[in-house]
């Protein structure tokens, strides 16, 4: 069965101070990763596609890479504006997305 | 196109009742999804259409959840018999599902946040 695992459930980061997030999937031939960014009260918004071990994608902060069991979000000098909750998830074979739980990340100044 | 839209954004409601949510997709976008999701966990999926063709529902879609896309367009979800356990946020999402193209990102609502008391 498909299953996605999110760590740490919260991060509380300083500003500046530089962290990653983890996503550690079992797929049955995986078909994508999704990266997700979800404020509170707001539906999810996309972030980022990956679809084969060794890509990465990058967007301002964010940097998403793969590998055959994980992929990672990391967030280089983050700001208090990009806390929120950074939801992972997965292509099952029938198209529909199988999401973690959820990282809370909460950046102070 | 300002992206997808759901109605009502919160619904109030007493245990018994029926409610109903509509979701618009964005226009170009042949598949529309429902999720649900409660506070502190990750969407689970519902169900979903491509067209007007419901495609696949999961176990959580007990028979009083009922969901429409009548013209491929925009769709309903209808919870009958509301219980306090159906308190969540239902989200809707759309996507472009063609034959070469299928880049499986889908595209999220507001979603509609639903409190049974």
């Known amino acids: 069965e498909d299953q996605v695992t999110q760590s740490p459930e919260a991060l509380r980061l300083q500003e500046g101070e530089s962290s990653s997030l983890n996503c550690s999937y079992t797929?049955?031939?995986?078909?994508?990763l999704f990266w997700y960014r979800q404020d509170p009260g707001k539906g999810p918004e996309f972030l980022f596609t990956?679809?084969?071990a060794g890509e990465e994608k990058e967007k301002e902060r964010l940097k998403a890479t793969l590998t055959k069991k994980e992929s990672f979000l990391h967030i280089t000098a983050p700001k208090p504006e990009d806390s929120a909750t950074y939801l992972c998830a997965v292509r099952h074979n029938t198209d529909k997305l199988i999401f973690g739980t959820g990282t809370r990340l909460q950046v102070f100044p | 196109d300002t992206g997808v839209s759901q109605d009502p954004r919160h619904k109030i409601t007493k245990r018994g009742q029926n409610v109903t949510f509509r979701c618009d997709p964005i226009s170009e976008h042949n598949r529309l999804y429902w999720y649900r999701q409660t506070l502190g966990q990750g969407p689970e999926f519902l169900t979903y259409f491509q067209n007007e063709a419901q495609l696949e529902k999961s176990r959580l879609l007990s028979d009083r959840f009922s969901a429409e896309r009548p013209k491929g367009s925009f769709s309903t979800l209808e919870i009958q018999r509301t219980e306090q356990g159906d308190s969540a946020m239902y989200l809707c999402?759309?996507?472009?599902?063609?034959?070469?193209?299928?880049?499986?990102?889908?595209?999220f609502g507001e979603g509609s946040r639903l409190t049974v008391l």
């Open positions: 999402a759309s996507s472009w599902r063609g034959d070469k193209t299928n880049t499986g990102e889908l595209f």
């Open positions: 990956l679809y084969s």
């Open positions: 797929v049955s031939g995986l078909r994508g």
